[in-house]
Structures are given as structure tokens and as C-alpha cells.
């Protein structure tokens, strides 16, 4: 027929969409444990292994802390010396010279600790996320010196009404962020817990694809954020071009075409994709939907139902 288009079943998979933003999973600082001058650091964004050096607490402060350290071994290994030499000739006894060795092994561990303490490393592998101190900067015992983001940031994304109710771990789709190539995604967790607006959060890791995934994991970092893409179950449905449907007082509805004209049939879209709309109900495949003039003709009349006012 003329202006028409026959509506066709199409096999659909749902989609959900939302707004999601990679963020940090465990965040960690790294603190001065003794004071000194802090000099070395490494700068923020780096990505570091673990136990890699971070940056070196030096200075006055702490060259004192190691000249003691060094002064109470280097005492413990002369009397340790010493007692040993007498104890050949039985002028002290072996509880004496375990006592000693005791107090070499206590001095020893001290000056290792101080030489530890005085390294700042990296806990775990991570990204230097914040720089809290300066090449030179005096630091004090306990001072905050980096902040480090341990473990793969993951995304989160937030669903709301009918859609947070159709999410569960395990499910695939894709984040598109706003700079970048898109990443595929799998959904870990899902938090039934609302928020105070009402959304339900879900969080999201990068999976592999076909091809490798390292050009597309490239820009997976804390603070990207883009269009999360989920795929639900697949349904048939009934596909018509988008200006088939019509709007009149907050229902949805198409012309319908039969051998005694045009007839309204009220229907529930769906998904779209391109200039096509799925509806999701009220639409039987076969039938013959208006596309040419649709508005026109659904409110053809529509004067003569207008009554003016007095």
C-alpha cells in the first residue's frame, strides 16, 4: 500500500544504558614514618610496582637517626668481640656472650629498620594518584608524602526504575567513554542498596576482547567517565521507522492501514536503533503501519472536535 510500511518481527536484544565513571577501588597513602627531608618522589600519574622506591627521607635528621643507629652496632660488635675473647680464657661465661650476641642481633635489626624507614616504597602495585610534598620539603613523622590507588580501577554506573531491576552480575555490554576507544565490560557486583536519589549502583571491570584488548584498556583510568551500554535478554519484536509513531496526550500510538482504512492502535515502543523503533507491544507483525504523512493523517479532523471558548 501507498505510505506504508508491512511490520516486520526482529529478533532484539534489550539494552540499558547509564552514566559511568571509572573510579579507584582501594586508595592508599604513604606516610613519613620518620621526619627528614624528603627528596626523590616520584611524580603523579606513574604507575609503580610494588616495593619500588617512591622517594628517600634524608637531611640532618635523618643522618642523625642512622649515625646513632650505626654507633649502638658498632658498640654491641666490640663487646660481643670482647666477651668472646675472654671467654676462651674463662673470664666470663657463654650466658654473658649469648647476651651479647643478643644485643649485636637487636642493634643490627634497629639500623635496618631506620635504613627501611627512611626509603618510602610502594606497598603494592598501583598509580601515584596525588603528590603531597615537594624535592627538599621538611616532613614530619607521620606526614602524609603520596597518595597510591592499589589494584585495577573499576567502573561504576548507576541504573534507575525498571532498569536497575533487570541488572545482574555476570551480564556484558560495552563503556564508551567520552575521549578513547570503547572498552567491552562485564558487570561484577550489584549493590540492591538504593542511593539517595533513588539509583542503584553497579560496578563494572574491562574484559577481553577478540583482538587483544591492550590498545582499548589504553585509557582505562580513574576519573573517565562516558556511556555504559548493557545487553540484556533477547525478545522478538515488531520494527517500524521512528516517524510512524505519534504523541497525542502522553500515549504512543501509529496508523494502521486495512481494507476499511486507517484505524489508531495505542502501542509501547521499545529500544531504538538508527531510524528504526521496536515496540514492544501493541503492534502484530504484518500489518501495514502509515509512514508517509502519519501526524497529518492521525489528527486529520481534529477542528472539528475543537470547541471554542465563550
Do not use: C
Amino acid at each position: 500500500m501507498s505510505g506504508t510500511i508491512v511490520a516486520r518481527a526482529q529478533s532484539v536484544a534489550q539494552q540499558y544504558r547509564a552514566y559511568g565513571q571509572v573510579q579507584p577501588v582501594a586508595v592508599t597513602n604513604v606516610n613519613a614514618v620518620e621526619a627528614g627531608t624528603v627528596s626523590r618522589l616520584v611524580l603523579p600519574g606513574e604507575r609503580v610496582k610494588a616495593r619500588q622506591v617512591l622517594g628517600i627521607l634524608a637531611g640532618p635528621q635523618a643522618e642523625a637517626l642512622l649515625a646513632e643507629r650505626r654507633g649502638a652496632l658498632r658498640a654491641a660488635a666490640l663487646q660481643l668481640a670482647a666477651d668472646r675473647s675472654k671467654l676462651v680464657a674463662s673470664l666470663v661465661t657463654r650466658q654473658m656472650v649469648a647476651a651479647d650476641q643478643a644485643a649485636y642481633d637487636r642493634a643490627r635489626g634497629q639500623l635496618q629498620v631506620a635504613l627501611q624507614t627512611l626509603t618510602l616504597r610502594a606497598p603494592a602495585e598501583g598509580d601515584v594518584l596525588a603528590v603531597d610534598a615537594a624535592d627538599g620539603e621538611q616532613v614530619a613523622t607521620g606526614q602524609p608524602i603520596l597518595t597510591l590507588q592499589t589494584g585495577r580501577p573499576k567502573l561504576k554506573a548507576t541504573y534507575y526504575g525498571s532498569d536497575a531491576l533487570a541488572i545482574r552480575p555476570g551480564m556484558t555490554g560495552e563503556f564508551r567513554p567520552v575521549s578513547g576507544e570503547a572498552v567491552p565490560v562485564r558487570v561484577l557486583t550489584v549493590s540492591r542498596a538504593l542511593g539517595p536519589d533513588g539509583g542503584e549502583q553497579v560496578w563494572l571491570s574491562p574484559r577481553a576482547a577478540s583482538g587483544g584488548e591492550g590498545a582499548r584498556l589504553a585509557s582505562w583510568r580513574s576519573g573517565l567517565w562516558g556511556t555504559v551500554t548493557l545487553n540484556g535478554a533477547t525478545r522478538s519484536m515488531v520494527a517500524i521507522p521512528s516517524r510512524a509513531l505519534i504523541l497525542d496526550r502522553a500515549q504512543w500510538w501509529v496508523l494502521v492501514r486495512t481494507g476499511h482504512g486507517n484505524h489508531r492502535q495505542r502501542v509501547l515502543p521499545g529500544p531504538s536503533r538508527g531510524w528504526m523503533t521496536f515496540i514492544a507491544q501493541g503492534l502484530e507483525p504484518g500489518a501495514h503501519v502509515v509512514v508517509q504523512n502519519a501526524y497529518l493523517e492521525f489528527f486529520r479532523g481534529i477542528a472539528s472536535q475543537y470547541t471554542p471558548p465563550d
